[in-house]
Every structure is written in structure tokens, then in C-alpha cells.
């Protein structure tokens, strides 16, 4: 967390709010949410920048600025963007103050301080082994890649350098629409269980992002305006162990995979 749906709910809210907001100072306040970059030379790259555009790539967010660099965003497992007035307190486990001229600034905040922030070029060569977009993959390339794969679908869905943006929880989603186990070998799923993965991909994640991502217990993700997401209240498997499955009936199971919680259906999941 968060994951694709997450992320992208958050760029459109950026991009709504800070479209063409300047930037006048930067604050520092913990390295680590810098780590590639010295402070000073983090918060030179900003001052006087002004925001041009807002993309994502995979789970990565790139705020594009009118010097031609790009400032990337990845909030891994409990980073938040939030936009706040200058006046307004500042909250615990806030790292970087990004200020704007009009008096509002975006905070970035991170209890377990795994997520980062990084000023780059427009090529952007921290990113180059990241694979395509999961909501930009189209069929045919997603038959070749599929193809090539020998590994387990799940752990596939998972890798960021095949497909970027897909993480545990929709993962698990994702696999139970296509009705698929998590262990079948990508290379040897049929033609219309690869169009059906596809199609789950785009399906899941999609509707999710309608429903602004999914906020779990720990309430770790919150959208620009502090706000949880509510696509939680829809996930047919995941953290649903002993519930019966939506489409049959049988219960849900849980199952350790990599060292997480993966949940699926045995009965339908094939």
C-alpha cells in the first residue's frame, strides 16, 4: 500500500489542486524521505519551480516542472501527500514541506519513512527498469510478456519490472475476477485465461480508482484532503478469510505467499 488506484487517485487530486502553483521554499525536516538527493541540492531543484504537470508511472507519481525536471513521488507502505495552508499545525511523521507562493504547501508525511521524494531528469533513469503501466499494457503485449514468463502469475503480478503498479491487495482481486490460482506458471495459461487476467487488470483497477483506492484498518493511505478510499468496502477476497467467497459460496481462504497474506477461493479459482 498504496497501490496503482491509490497513487493515481492522489495525481488527479494534485492535478486539480496545484496546476500551475509556484513554488517559493522547501523545508527539510527528514533525510531519509530525500536519501537520494543532499537536502540543499533537493530544495534548490524546487525554489522558484513552478508545477506543469502531474503523471504516474506504475506506483510512482512525477510532478513535472517548468525547468524541465521532474519531481517523483513514491509513498511505498505509509507515505501521504497532503495538501494543508501554511498556518495549519504540523502533523507528526511530517519530512518534507513543499510551500507554494499562494500560502498553501504540500506535505509529505511518513510514519515508517520507506517512501521518497526526488528531483530528476525528464528521462528519468532511477525509473529505467520499471515495466509498463498496468493500465497501459495492451493484449498483445500482455501475451508476449505472459508468454515469456515462467514464473507463478501471482508473483508476476506483483514484479514491477513486467507490470508496474499492481501490488498484494489487488493482486488477490485481480486473480479471483480471471477466476485463476496463484500458482498456475504464466507461460502455460491458455488464450482465454490470459484475455481474462487481462481483462481483470483493467477491470479491477479501473473501479477501484472510481472508488478512490482502498483504505485498510491501518489507515496508512488518505487521498490530498486527508480523506480514506472506499474500494474496500467492495474487495470480493482480500482480507476476507472465512467469508463466504461472492461468487460461490465457499469460504475464503488465506494463504502465505512470499511471506503474505494471499486470498483466494478454491472452489472458483482455477
Known sequence: MPELPEVETVRRDLAGALGGARVSDVVVS???????????????????????????WGKYL????????????????????????????????????????????????????????????????????????????DLG???????????????????????????????????WSARLRWYRRADQLRPIEVRRLHEAIGEVLTAAIAARGSSLGDGQYVDLAGLPGTYQERHMVYGRAGAPCPRCGRPIERTVVAQRSHFWCRACQR
Not at 30 to 56: C, M, N, T, Y
Request: charged fraction near 25%; avoid cysteine; aromatic fraction near 6%.
Open 30 to 56: 527528514g533525510k531519509r524521505s530525500i536519501r537520494r538527493q543532499h537536502p540543499d541540492v533537493f530544495a534548490a531543484a524546487l525554489a522558484g519551480a513552478r508545477l506543469e504537470s502531474f503523471a504516474r
Open 62 to 137: 512525477l510532478l513535472g516542472l517548468d525547468s524541465g525536471q521532474v519531481l517523483v513521488a513514491h509513498l511505498r507502505m505509509s507515505g501521504q501527500l497532503l495538501l494543508a495552508l501554511r498556518r495549519d499545525a504540523v502533523m507528526r511523521h511530517t519530512h518534507v514541506r513543499v510551500m507554494f507562493s499562494d500560502g498553501r504547501e504540500l506535505r509529505f508525511v511518513d510514519p515508517r519513512t520507506f517512501g521518497e521524494l526526488f528531483v530528476t531528469s525528464p528521462d528519468l533513469p532511477e525509473l529505467a527498469g520499471l515495466g509498463t503501466d498496468a493500465l497501459a499494457l
Open 141 to 175: 503485449a500482455f501475451r508476449a510478456l505472459v508468454g515469456a514468463r515462467r514464473a507463478r502469475v501471482k508473483p508476476l503480478l506483483l514484479d514491477q519490472r513486467a507490470v508496474a503498479g499492481i501490488g498484494n491487495i489487488y493482486s488477490d482481486e485481480i486473480l
